[in-house]
């Protein structure tokens, strides 16, 4: 454990922007108090720093950096509470790996010595741990009945082919190498740039 991560759980630092992430949340979809107090235990027990919800330019529900995690507000208009609940965990649950691996390891499939070989197997992975991780919390919430018992999980990147990964893992080096972007901060304001959109 961290200096900085240390100290945050001894203040019991919140995360900035959790009040109004479930608000919106809350706003959408008419949650119980008790799944509120689920999702925010779920969130700040990640070390999350930051969440929100915002407009994407791209295709994509979530992002997780480390120091935030952005929510597509796609998944209010056309999507099930259940949904974005999955969509919410799975971006959370790469908080926990940023705890576990650190954030320089997780940088390092853009910016370090890794292959990108290595480095796509390595991204496959932490995502389809995500998505058991947004998939068991799923669960948990159906078995206390908190949450619709219909919905099942989706595992959006088992059948991801490795070659999508490595492409798309080649073509963000590429860019990153070419903007001369060689810290975390960089990469992470680089992705955060290219995600969210300001309408």
């Given amino acids: 454990m961290n200096l900085q991560e240390h100290i945050r759980r001894i203040l019991k630092e919140e995360t900035e922007g959790i009040s109004s992430f479930v608000d919106e949340l809350s706003n959408a979809f008419d949650i119980s108090d008790e799944l509120k107090d689920e999702v925010v235990k779920f969130i700040e027990d990640s070390n999350c720093k930051k969440i929100e919800f915002s407009n994407f330019k791209m295709p994509a529900m979530g992002l997780a950096l480390h120091n935030i995690v952005l929510i597509n507000k796609e998944v209010f208009g056309r999507r099930s509470l259940e949904f974005a609940l999955f969509v919410i965990f799975h971006e959370i649950a790469h908080q926990y790996q940023f705890k576990k691996y650190g954030e320089d390891i997780m940088y390092d499939c853009y910016i370090g010595e890794l292959s990108i070989e290595e480095a796509a197997k390595f991204m496959k992975h932490t995502e389809e741990v995500a998505d058991e991780f947004a998939g068991r919390k799923i669960r948990q919430l159906q078995k206390k009945g908190l949450i619709s018992k219909n919905f099942r999980s989706p595992q959006m ?15 963000h080096k590429t860019q990153i190498k070419r903007m001369n972007m060689n810290s975390p901060e960089k990469v992470s304001e680089y992705f955060y740039n290219m995600v969210k959109s300001d309408l």
């Fill in 157 to 171: 990147y088992k059948s991801l082919p490795m070659q999508y990964v490595s492409n798309m893992i080649q073509q």
